[in-house]
């Protein structure tokens, strides 16, 4: 089994900066994808960024410019920088990360969550 534990998140002014953590514990093996979703009251989740590989990340075009994930390997942790934030950002922000554990076993794992809420 891999778990997820997130943490980061609280309360921020329009206009100001938040950084989301996500540390995986398990027997990993290997991590194919990390990412962080969103929830906002009434909505659907929605992908708001994504690592895959030595690829490219991936953000959601409402972010774009203004927050950056990125992963540390050493520590199995996957972050989101959030920049700049606006009310529309409030939401709870789930990370998700899929790969294999054990003897090649795939997992697909997702954080508790951390709310997120952009007010003044």
């Known amino acids: 089994q891999v778990q997820l534990v997130e943490s980061g998140g609280g309360l921020v002014q329009p206009g100001g900066s938040l950084r989301l953590a996500c540390a995986a514990s398990g027997s990993i093996f290997n991590i194919n994808v990390m990412a962080w979703y969103r929830q906002a009251p009434g909505n659907q989740r929605e992908l708001v960024a994504a690592?895959?590989?030595?690829?490219?990340?991936d953000y959601a075009d409402s972010v774009k410019g203004r927050f950056t994930i990125s992963r540390d390997n050493a520590k199995n942790t996957v972050y989101l920088q959030m920049n700049k934030v606006k009310p529309e950002d409030t939401a709870v922000y789930y990370c998700?990360?899929?790969?294999?554990?054990?003897?090649?076993?795939?997992?697909?794992?997702w954080g508790q969550g951390t709310r997120v809420t952009v007010s003044s």
């Open positions: 998700n990360i899929k790969g294999t554990y054990g003897l090649a076993l795939s997992f697909d794992s």
């Open positions: 690592l895959s590989g030595g690829g490219s990340p």
